[in-house]
């Protein structure tokens, strides 16, 4: 199975994780409104990247000979919803320049969570997940 697509979609994401940090550093509320466009776009990569894997490549891995494989990919699946409710609960909150500037201290303290999260999942799928699949 390619990959490819899952693997760019993550280098976009984590680019994005990655100028948030960036405009974070520089200043939340100098930023906000840059921040908040930030947090909108990177929400509609990552709503369609776990489309993708949820509709095509979880099923296929799902019907591969491979068991362990099977599994391994269901516990991913599984671990996603939580991170990704996560997500949606964080965009939500700082998706809007208001919120960003009147909360400051509690939007990196978010950010230093949920990003991190995203950030860390997407490594292991690189790094554990993906060269599985890539080689089925």
Do not use: C
Not at 75 to 100: K, P, T, V
């Amino acid at each position: 199975m390619n990959i490819d697509k899952f693997k760019q979609q993550h280098v976009d994401i984590l680019q994005g994780i990655a100028s948030l940090r960036r405009l974070a550093h520089a200043g939340v509320a100098r930023n906000a409104a840059e921040i908040a466009r930030g947090i909108v776009s990177i929400s509609a990569t990552i709503k369609l990247h776990l489309a993708v894997e949820d509709r095509a490549l979880y099923p296929a891995v799902a019907r591969s000979a491979d068991a362990d494989l099977a599994r391994t990919s269901r516990a991913f699946q599984d671990e996603m919803d939580e991170i990704a409710r996560s997500y949606e609960d964080f965009a939500r909150r700082w998706n809007n320049a208001g919120s960003l500037e009147r909360d400051e201290a509690g939007f990196r303290a978010d950010a230093n969570m949920v990003l991190r999260r995203v950030h860390e999942r997407m490594q292991r799928e690189n790094r554990d997940l993906y060269p599985r699949i890539e080689a089925m």
